[in-house]
């Protein structure tokens, strides 16, 4: 299953479906850049990619601009309902925010505000051109995909439950199937409405109208002024060398740090020794991603909530004192944690003739979100906030206008101060997991890009809503390599050859020669573009 890896010279495109890589595709052709494809692309997606992100979702871009040399990002993910605190769920009778319905839709969504900042900011071709192609998939329609059905399937009773989605999904009363036309006509004018009106539309117009009203209606939080006062943010990335290389990641609430934390753990072994197929790396890429959810799941969370001290966590001196804790141990002893959960998620990366190069990935969070659409808008928003605690003493504590710990990481490599390499992942748990795989197998293992997104990959601990301390690892390593994982401690659970449950990764490297190479997962619906 390892796919054809193109090689461009001048532009390269690379998506989780591969009608908004094409999408991509035509709007560099006609003049735009990274950041109006991007754009274009994360609408795009919006659409064709519905279970997974949308109008009702989170972004971050990671950007380089290659005018001034600056690595930049922004955070558009969304913050509490002002109504929104521990009291009113308790109030309920609730112990935990619930993960499904209009009392999981708590957060305003920032997906919408961050393509129009970028644009504003770094924008050449018209608003108008750049969601274009989603309206068009929304309303003439497009072919159901393996992976969108795949989730229609697996949430069918909770398409059922909505009069919303049920209108979208079903054709008289039975799913839709593979390659069947999905339209989507509320979307595409909630889509038209974004085109003309810009983010104004979504954050104090007709369309911010529209689901207030519906969200009122259920009994939700989400008011006018909670749309009204939102923004995004413009953020420094952060970073910390490997090898010779720059690593950046999105800052806190994203849980980016805790690859960086990772590598530099690992820094202290020369990793290319250790055979990528052995028991041996994935025990040390377990016991190093253990270290750092250990730290993310203690600290992680708004920043402007609570101080996360990441100049210690990712300090060179501190990564060693992991890794002697880690080397303490007798080999094979593998301790045990309770790491965080995570869902759905879409990543794309787009380099341009220019060298601007843009990192992005958005999401919903669970599969199809919360669940819940307001009225005549086609909007699934996410549930995110279903994810903050109603515990005082938990840093991710909810509280009102407050962003949760986030799961979303874009990530870039650099090599004398140029990108060098664009990668992510969907998988919310797995994210700097896959990530791990995917820079150490570039990296230390001198793998193409294609390569090391199509290595087996592994899971730990919980992920796609399941509990759990398991280890999951794909079925292509020989049995000898589970048997081993099993005696030192792991809770091994082999699952299929090329699993879902692993995400979709998608990456673009530019060698010493000046050639792109771009790569999609071939777990999913991917594909990647270059010339």
Same mark, same amino acid.
């Given at each position: 299953m390892l796919n054809i890896m193109p090689r461009g010279e001048r532009a390269m495109v690379a998506t989780p479906h591969y009608l908004a890589s094409a999408v991509g595709s035509a709007i560099l052709q006609q003049g735009g850049n990274a950041y109006d494809a991007a754009i274009a692309i994360s609408a795009t997606l919006g659409v064709v990619y519905p279970h997974m992100t949308g109008l009702g979702g989170d972004a971050f871009f990671l950007m380089y601009d290659a005018s001034s040399g600056a690595y930049t990002g922004f955070n558009g993910s969304g913050k509490s309902a002002g109504g929104a605190t521990p009291d009113f769920y308790k109030s309920q009778g609730l112990d935990l925010i619930p993960q499904r319905g209009v009392l999981s839709a708590i957060t305003v969504p920032g997906m919408v505000d961050a393509w129009w900042q970028v644009w504003e900011r770094h924008g050449k071709l018209p608003w108008a051109a750049l969601l274009e192609w989603a309206i068009a998939y929304a309303e003439k329609g497009f072919p159901i995909s393996r992976n969108l059905l795949f989730w229609m399937r697996k949430d069918e009773a909770l398409i059922r439950a909505s009069a919303q989605l049920s209108r979208m999904y079903l054709r008289d009363g039975e799913l839709l199937g593979e390659g069947d036309r999905l339209i989507q006509p509320d979307l595409g004018q909630s889509l038209r409405l974004i085109q003309q009106g810009g983010r104004d539309a979504f954050y104090t117009g007709a369309l911010m109208q529209k689901?207030?009203?519906?969200?009122?209606?259920?009994?939700?939080?989400?008011?006018?002024?909670?749309?009204?006062? #939102?923004?995004?943010?413009? &953020? =420094?990335? %952060?970073?910390?060398?490997?090898?010779?290389?720059?690593? !950046?990641?999105?800052? @806190?609430?994203?849980?980016?740090?805790?690859?960086?934390?990772?590598?530099?753990?690992?820094?202290?072994?020369?990793?290319?020794?250790?055979?990528?197929?052995?028991?041996? #790396?994935?025990?040390?890429? &377990? =016991?190093? %991603?253990?270290?750092?959810?250990?730290?993310?799941?203690? !600290?992680?969370?708004? @920043?402007?909530?609570?101080?996360?001290?990441?100049?210690?966590?990712?300090?060179?001196?501190?990564?060693?004192?992991?890794?002697?804790?880690?080397?303490?141990?007798?080999?094979?002893?593998?301790?045990?944690?309770?790491?965080?959960?995570?869902?759905?998620?879409?990543?794309?990366?787009?380099?341009?003739?220019?060298?601007?190069?843009?990192?992005?990935?958005?999401?919903?969070?669970?599969?199809?979100?919360?669940?819940?659409?307001?009225?005549?808008?086609?909007?699934?928003?996410?549930?995110r906030g279903s994810y903050f605690s109603l515990d005082a003493s938990c840093a991710n504590v909810l509280e009102p206008r407050k962003r949760s710990f986030h799961t979303l990481m874009p990530a870039m490599v650099s090599r004398s101060g140029k990108p060098y390499m664009l990668y992510g992942t969907q998988g919310g748990e797995g994210q700097p997991q896959t990530q791990l795989s995917i820079l150490t197998g570039v990296l230390d293992y001198g793998l193409s890009i294609q390569e090391a997104i199509s290595l087996p990959r592994w899971v730990y601990g919980r992920t796609w809503g399941e509990e759990g301390d398991a280890l999951k690892i794909e079925h292509r390593l020989e049995a000898d390599v589970y048997a081993r994982l099993r005696k030192w401690g792991h809770q091994v659970e082999i699952v299929k050859p090329w699993d879902g449950a692993m995400g979709q990764a998608q990456g673009i490297v530019m060698d010493k020669q000046g050639f792109l190479s771009g790569a999609a997962d071939p777990r999913g619906d991917g594909l990647a573009i270059g010339w």
């Open positions: 689901i207030v009203d519906s969200v009122k209606e259920d009994g939700g939080l989400l008011v006018e002024d909670d749309f009204r006062s #939102y923004t995004g943010e413009w &953020v =420094e990335p %952060i970073s910390t060398t490997y090898r010779g290389y720059e690593l !950046y990641q999105m800052p @806190p609430n994203s849980q980016g740090f805790t690859a960086l934390m990772m590598m530099n753990m690992l820094e202290h072994i020369d990793l290319g020794t250790v055979p990528r197929a052995s028991a041996n #790396y994935y025990h040390l890429m &377990v =016991e190093v %991603i253990k270290k750092a959810f250990k730290d993310r799941d203690h !600290y992680l969370t708004d @920043p402007h909530f609570r101080h996360i001290p990441l100049d210690t966590l990712l300090s060179k001196s501190y990564a060693q004192e992991l890794w002697r804790e880690i080397q303490a141990k007798p080999f094979g002893v593998s301790e045990h944690i309770s790491p965080a959960i995570g869902q759905d998620t879409a990543y794309a990366a787009v380099v341009d003739e220019a060298g601007n190069a843009v990192s992005f990935i958005q999401s919903l969070y669970f599969d199809f979100g919360a669940g819940y659409v307001p009225i005549d808008t086609g909007v699934i928003m996410q549930n």
